[in-house]
T-cell receptor, first 114, second 116 residues
Framework: KNQVEQSPQSLIILEGKNCTLQCNYTVSPFSNLRWYKQDTGRGPVSLTIMTFSENTKSNGRYTATLDADTKQSSLHITASQLSDSASYICVVSYPSGGSYIPTFGRGTSLIVHP | EAGVTQFPSHSVIEKGQTVTLRCDPISGHDNLYWYRRVMGKEIKFLLHFVKESKQDESGMPNNRFLAERTGGTYSTLKVQPAELEDSGVYFC??????????????FGNGTRLTVT
């Protein structure tokens, strides 16, 4: 069964600190992995994308890593800001029946305190 | 560019009633997707349109759900009759690239459906 597991479920950090979110998946075959940020009441917004051959991708203060052998990914946030408070969702896509099906994790809820 | 818009933002209906959700994708995006998030669970895929054709509807839970995209522009998702377990947030997303690589999914803000 294709699954995406994220940890921790929730995280509270102080402004300016770094944090790392984890994503483990069993999705196969693998097409790509994206990290999305979802603010409360809004739809998810893409942060990074990686394919099988990529192991690091950065987008400003966000750095995603991928180990396709162990099927693990992480999202590292550097020098956190209050606006980073959101849910971070790991999404792994696989090809199926002429389409690409994304499998979503439940997300990690991040709260950044001043 | 205008983003993906969904209407209504909230809907509260009684069990057995009908509700129609609407999604306007980003102009020029042939790919349109519907997703659903039931409380406490992960977002789940419902179906994928390429223009007006259903590319994949394997995620549709049952025949009470009907999605259409006449003319390949906006899409509607009708739930008839609604059941309590249909409550959740329904997201629509669109993209230029159907593989999901060259362009990400652009999500709308969702429609929160509550069935009482």
């Amino acid at each position: 069964k294709n699954q995406v597991e994220q940890s921790p479920q929730s995280l509270i950090i102080l402004e300016g600190k770094n944090c790392t979110l984890q994503c483990n998946y069993t999705v196969s075959p693998f097409s790509n992995l994206r990290w999305y940020k979802q603010d409360t009441g809004r739809g998810p917004v893409s942060l990074t994308i990686m394919t099988f051959s990529e192991n690091t991708k950065s987008n400003g203060r966000y750095t995603a890593t991928l180990d396709a052998d162990t099927k693990q990914s992480s999202l590292h946030i550097t020098a956190s800001q209050l606006s980073d408070s959101a849910s971070y969702i790991c999404v792994v896509s696989y090809p199926s029946g002429g389409s690409y099906i994304p499998t979503f994790g439940r997300g990690t809820s991040l709260i950044v305190h001043p | 560019e205008a983003g993906v818009t969904q209407f209504p933002s909230h809907s509260v209906i009684e069990k057995g009633q009908t509700v129609t959700l609407r999604c306007d994708p980003i102009s020029g995006h042939d790919n349109l997707y519907w997703y659903r998030r039931v409380m406490g669970k992960e977002i789940k895929f419902l179906l994928h349109f390429v223009k007006e054709s259903k590319q994949d509807e394997s995620g549709m839970p049952n025949n009470r759900f009907l999605a259409e995209r006449t003319g390949g522009t906006y899409s509607t998702l009708k739930v008839q009759p609604a059941e309590l377990e249909d409550s959740g947030v329904y997201f629509c997303a669109s993209s230029q690239d159907w593989t999901g690589y060259n362009s990400p999914l652009h999500f709308g803000n969702g429609t929160r459906l509550t069935v009482t």
